[in-house]
């Protein structure tokens, strides 16, 4: 498996693939590679004949309080992960290579960027949607792969894609959770013991949200407030948003007709966590 660190090498290696034939994947992360990413990997490998990962952590996307310069980096750790699922390159850049000195240009998907994790993190899918878009760029992927996880993310950048009539097709996958089910995330590692067990009541939530659905509910507020008594039971955990929303415009719902996406996000200690599902 090749490292390679800069836009030309990561746009010559994709260009020798196609001129060979062969299909290019795309698997944006930030690194930290857990369980869920391996099957972002293992998906591309399986439909593409040639799997980049880019490993990144963009601090467009990070707000000035949060956690870019703690966010956890283990890049070995991280290609021998990308190796064993069938990547032929990691595309691991410094900053200065993605955003060069005197960079002025940005990707703003207006009202998609304001919703969901947009309100509370202001500017984050503004820094997500140039970020995707330069990789996009650079190593013009036939297909992208994202987990449903980020699925706000999901839909700003399908958005973007339909907008900027980009060729490449984005494949999203299903979540991966522990056995508990708490959603895989990079961000799990900072939780403590405690902060662990009261960071269940995320999926609780989604589990429940379906469960309602399965039995017949559809009021978008019966299941919300349902939501909020779940963790309201927790209540060291402060909520940030429970929502159901249209995956494509992110606007609220008053019915949860099939494919209604209900997203969470909820701050345990000082960790933001997301969780979601496509209901119906």
């Given amino acids: ?3 390679l660190r800069t836009v030309a090498e990561l746009r010559q290696w994709s260009r020798a693939c196609r001129t060979r034939g062969q299909s290019v994947g795309l698997v944006p992360t930030m690194g930290a590679l857990h369980a869920g990413h391996a099957s972002l990997i293992c998906a591309a490998a399986a439909s593409c004949a040639q799997v980049a990962v880019s490993i990144f952590v963009n601090p467009t996307q990070f707000g000035p309080n949060e956690d870019y310069a703690r966010y956890p980096r283990t890049f070995d750790a991280d290609c021998a992960l990308a190796a064993s699922e069938g990547a032929a390159v990691v595309f691991a850049p410094p900053v200065e290579e993605i955003y060069p000195a005197g960079a002025a240009t940005f990707v703003d998907v207006e009202g998609l960027s304001n919703r969901l994790d ?4 202001p500017g ?3 820094g997500v949607a140039t970020v995707v878009a330069k990789l996009f760029i650079a190593a013009e992927p036939d297909r992208a792969f994202f987990g449903q996880k980020d699925a706000a993310q999901v839909a700003v950048l399908r958005r973007m894609v339909t907008d900027l009539r980009l ?6 996958c299903t979540i991966v959770r522990e056995p508990d089910g708490l959603a895989l ?3 799990n590692i900072y939780l403590s013991p405690a902060e662990r067990t009261q960071a269940l009541v995320l999926g609780r939530a989604v589990r429940q949200a379906e469960s309602l659905v399965a039995q017949g509910e559809r009021n978008s507020s019966a299941i919300l407030a349902a939501a909020a008594a779940t963790f309201a ?4 955990v402060r909520v ?3 929502e159901l929303v249209n ?3 992110l606007e609220p719902v008053e019915t949860a007709a099939p494919g209604t996406l209900f997203a969470v996000a909820a701050h345990v200690g000082p960790t933001r966590l997301i969780d979601n599902t496509i209901l119906g």
């Fill in 1 to 3: 498996m090749q490292i």
């Fill in 118 to 121: 947009g309100q509370s993190r």
């Fill in 124 to 126: 984050h899918f503004r």
């Fill in 167 to 172: 060729a490449t097709e984005l494949v999203v």
């Fill in 185 to 187: 995330s990079s961000r």
């Fill in 233 to 236: 039971a927790v209540h060291e």
């Fill in 240 to 242: 940030d948003y429970i």
């Fill in 247 to 249: 995956w494509a415009t």
